[in-house]
C-alpha cells in the first residue's frame, strides 16, 4: 500500500513513444492489457508531436493506463527516467511503441524474478516482425549470468523491450545516460550495472515481437548505434578485450564507414536465424 492507502501494483510497464502510428500503438497497448498478470500499470511516456496519441489510449478505457504527455521532444533515455520517477511497482518492464508482448511475458518474468531474489535484470528471446507483423526470424540471447557478462564486452546481449527489472536496481544504478550522444542507453546500463555487481538473465524462451520496419529508430540509427556501441566498450570494457575482441571492434569500426543498407543487411544475415 502507498502512505495515501492506494495499492500499489506489482509491475510498471513503461512504454516511451513519439509519433505514434496508431494501428501499431494500438496492437501493442493490446498487448499489455491482455497479460494474464493483472497486477500492473501502464505508463505511456508520450513527447508531443503532430500526431497524438490520446484518442488511440482512450479507446481502452482502463484505469491501469496512466498517459502523461511531454511538452517538448526530448530522448527514449530522458522519457524512461521520467517513467521511473512515476513508476510505483516494484518490478518494471521495458516496452516500445511498436513492439508486442506475449500474454505471458509479465507473469512469466515476475515469477522468475520472484524466484531468484539475486537476479536484478531479467530479459528473453525475441521475435522479430516487419512492419506488417510477419514473422522474419529469432534472436536468441545468452541466458545465465555467467555467459551474459562473458557477452558483455563483445555486444549487447540483452533485448532492452523484454527486460523486466527490480525498479531499485536501476534507480541505485543512476537511471539511465541522458548525455546527447548517447542512443544505446540499454548497454551503457547493463555495462554500469555489470561493474555494480549487478546479476541478469535471460530466458531462452521468447516474450516479445520485435517490430523492425523501414521507418523505425532502431533502423534508421544503425550507424549512430554502432558508433555509441564502440564508445561503450572503450569506456567500460577495454581491460576485459580478448584478441577476438580487438578483432571484432576492428571490423566495427569500419563498418562506420559502409552504406547503412549494407550494416543493416549484414545484421539480418548475422544475428537472425531463420524464421
Not at 502507498?2 to 495499492?7: I, L
Not at 498478470?37 to 482512450?58: G, K
Not at 516494484?90 to 524466484?115: K, N, T
Not at 540471447?141 to 546481449?157: D, G, K, M, V
Amino acid at each position: 500500500m502507498s502512505a495515501h492507502g492506494v495499492r500499489e501494483p506489482r509491475v510498471s510497464v513503461l512504454m516511451p513513444i513519439w509519433r505514434a502510428d496508431p494501428l501499431v500503438l494500438r496492437v501493442a497497448i493490446r498487448s499489455i492489457v491482455e497479460q494474464t498478470l493483472r497486477d500492473f500499470e501502464l505508463l505511456i511516456l508520450e513527447d508531443v508531436s503532430e500526431i497524438a496519441a490520446r484518442a488511440t489510449v482512450e479507446e481502452f478505457d482502463d484505469e491501469r493506463i496512466r498517459h502523461l504527455v511531454h511538452p517538448e521532444k526530448s530522448s527514449m533515455a530522458a522519457a524512461r527516467n521520467r517513467g521511473l520517477a512515476l513508476a510505483r511497482g516494484a518490478f518494471v518492464a521495458m516496452h516500445d511503441g511498436d513492439d508486442v508482448s506475449y500474454a505471458s511475458r509479465l507473469e512469466r518474468q515476475v515469477d522468475f524474478l520472484q524466484a531468484n531474489p539475486d537476479v536484478d535484470i531479467v530479459g528473453s528471446a525475441i521475435r522479430v516482425i516487419d512492419g506488417n507483423g510477419r514473422p522474419a526470424g529469432m534472436r536468441g540471447y545468452p541466458t545465465t549470468h555467467e555467459a551474459i557478462l562473458a557477452a558483455l564486452p563483445r555486444f549487447n546481449p540483452i533485448a532492452h523491450p523484454s527486460v523486466m527489472a527490480r525498479k531499485t536496481s536501476i534507480v541505485e544504478a543512476g537511471g539511465y545516460d541522458e548525455s546527447a550522444t548517447r542512443v544505446c542507453e540499454d548497454y551503457e546500463l547493463w555495462s554500469r550495472l555489470a561493474h555494480r555487481g549487478g546479476r541478469f538473465c535471460n530466458l531462452s524462451e521468447a516474450l516479445l515481437d520485435y517490430r523492425l520496419h523501414a521507418n523505425a529508430s532502431k533502423r534508421t540509427r544503425l550507424r549512430a548505434t554502432l558508433a555509441d556501441t564502440l564508445a561503450i566498450k572503450d569506456r567500460y570494457w577495454s581491460d576485459a578485450r580478448s584478441i577476438g575482441d580487438r578483432v571484432r571492434i576492428a571490423i566495427e569500426r569500419g563498418l562506420l564507414r559502409m552504406p547503412s543498407g549494407f550494416v543493416y543487411w549484414l545484421f539480418r544475415k548475422t544475428h537472425l536465424q531463420s524464421w
